[in-house]
T-cell receptor, first 112, second 115 residues
Framework: SQKIEQNSEALNIQEGKTATLTCNYT??????LQWYRQDPGRGPVFLLLIRENEKEKRKERLKVTFDTTLKQSLFHITASQPADSATYLC???????????FGGGTRVLVKP | SAVISQKPSRDICQRGTSLTIQCQVD?????MFWYRQQPGQSLTLIAT?????????ESGFVIDKFPISRPNLTFSTLTVSNMSPEDSSIYLCSVRSSGTSDTQYFGPGTRLTVL
């Protein structure tokens, strides 16, 4: 069966450190993978998209890697800040214009 | 980008009643999606609503329970019919921006509690 797995345990991290989140998938052939941030009581907010032929993408303090052999994406928040505290969701799309399927999300708590 | 608003933002309803949720987008979009997010869970796609055609429902969701309208390129409604406490959830409208092709934007959600 198809699965998208993110670490369900909250990630507690000290301010200034790098937070690393994983997204593993099985029985998917994604055209691309997206990462979203969700704050309590709000809808998800798009952060980054990485395509199947891209290894790495950066945006400010965020970095995403995509390994289609390992079927894994890593999401890094460098120089983390308390404002980065939120739930981070990965989502797969198997073909451009198709539906997104979401992982369960990982909650990140950055302590000052 | 696309700015999405939803109405109502939250509601408390009685079992057996129906609620219609509205989704308004500030630009014309082809693809609109409705998701459900149950407490502590991730997002589950209910259906895809394209203007000018019937909505396409995902496994486990049926039109009689979740009828959808898509009268134009900026508006959609989702009705939760004959509600039960199991329908208590956050319902999210989402659009895919044709300008940036693959980016998907979400509304703030409608928090529904069924007693």
């Amino acid at each position: 069966s198809q699965k998208i797995e993110q670490n369900s345990e909250a990630l507690n991290i000290q301010e200034g450190k790098t937070a690393t989140l994983t997204c593993n998938y099985t029985n998917y052939s994604p055209a691309y993978l997206q990462w979203y941030r969700q704050d309590p009581g709000r809808g998800p907010v798009f952060l980054l998209l990485i395509r199947e032929n891209e290894k790495e993408k950066r945006k400010e303090r965020l970095k995403v890697t995509f390994d289609t052999t390992l079927k894994q994406s890593l999401f890094h928040i460098t120089a983390s800040q308390p404002a980065d505290s939120a739930t981070y969701l990965c989502a797969l799309d198997e073909a451009a214009g198709n539906k997104l399927t979401f992982g369960g999300g990982t909650r990140v708590l950055v302590k000052p | 980008s696309a700015v999405i608003s939803q109405k109502p933002s939250r509601d408390i309803c009685q079992r057996g009643t129906s609620l219609t949720i509205q989704c308004q987008v500030d630009s014309q979009v082809t693809m609109m999606f409705w998701y459900r997010q149950q407490p502590g869970q991730s997002l589950t796609l209910i259906a895809t609503a394209n203007q000018g055609s019937e909505a396409t429902y995902e496994s486990g969701f049926v039109i009689d329970k979740f009828p959808i309208s898509r009268p134009n390129l900026t508006f959609s409604t989702l009705t939760v019919s004959n509600m039960s406490p199991e329908d208590s959830s956050i319902y999210l409208c989402s659009v895919r921006s044709s300008g940036t092709s693959d980016t998907q934007y979400f509304g703030p959600g409608t928090r529904l509690t069924v007693l």
